[in-house]
């Protein structure tokens, strides 16, 4: 039976980051959900189809195919037969993922695509229903959270080091608004699993998180 390791939390908390690491340690697979939501929401644009228009969202589902490859374990997102890994994190697509990832239609399918992978690998995955609806058997489940002030700070510090010039006040204000949209939709919301472990890197480096879920992973492997 394949181990599975999923790490749920909101925007910026670091998952990915954390999650990459793991699977590297543990010799597992790193699915990354957020990018598969991503890469229809650049679908969506690419049509130009409304973040609203339910109707034609279901429809264009049908249209859709997401799958993962992996390149030196680094996970490469095709839509549609096109590898679209290098256009999804841009702000416009995260907005749009979030807005579209309400409807089940688009959960269903990629819900399919992410158990069929859990099934035949060993895998960390993260994102935001993965311990509560994706993978409810998950042998370890992590809720990794952060203030919203020291994730709009992460943020910041990250697009300063890209050259940009950020507004602060911006980036926590867009940041309350993907939360407040990603934990009351009426579809798998973001919420920590009854049997999930709750960490809190406000106050923590990247080493000390990783070591945190290091160790749980193998407490929970030598029980
Ligand atoms: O983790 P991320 O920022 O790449 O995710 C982008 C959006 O996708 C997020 O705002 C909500 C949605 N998402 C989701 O609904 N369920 C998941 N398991 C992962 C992401």
Redesign the pocket.
């Known amino acids: 039976m394949s181990y599975a390791i999923a790490i749920?939390g909101p925007?910026?908390a670091g998952?990915?980051t954390i999650a990459k690491r793991i699977a590297k340690e543990m010799a597992f697979i790193y699915v990354?959900?957020?990018?598969?939501?991503?890469a229809m929401?650049v679908y969506f644009l690419d049509n130009k189809i409304g973040a609203e228009e339910e109707a034609l969202i279901n429809a264009a589902c049908d249209n859709i195919s997401v799958a993962i490859e992996y390149d030196n374990g680094v996970q490469q997102v095709l839509l549609n037969g096109e590898n679209v890994t290098g256009r999804?994190?841009r702000e416009e697509v995260?907005?749009m993922?979030?807005k579209t990832?309400?409807y089940p239609k688009v959960?269903e399918k990629?819900v399919e695509l992410?158990r069929a992978l859990a099934a035949e690998h060993n895998v960390v995955m993260?994102?935001?229903?993965?311990g509560t609806c994706?993978l409810p058997g998950a042998q370890l489940k992590i809720f990794l959270t952060a203030s919203v002030e020291a994730r709009a700070k992460r943020r910041y510090d990250e697009l300063c080091g890209k050259g940009e010039k950020p507004d602060i006040n911006e980036i926590t204000e867009d940041i309350r608004e993907?939360d407040y949209?990603?934990m009351n939709?009426d579809v798998?919301p973001?919420r920590a699993a009854d049997d999930a472990v709750f960490v809190d890197s406000s106050h923590m480096g990247i080493e000390e998180v990783i070591k945190t879920v290091a160790d749980l992973f193998h407490e929970n492997v030598s029980r």
Not at 32 to 38: F, L, N
Not at 126 to 130: A, F, L, P, Q
């Open positions: 749920d925007a910026g998952k990915s990354d959900t957020g990018a598969m939501y991503r929401a999804l994190r995260g907005v993922a979030s990832s309400v959960r990629l992410q993260d994102g935001r229903d993965i994706v993907r949209r990603d939709r798998s973001l």
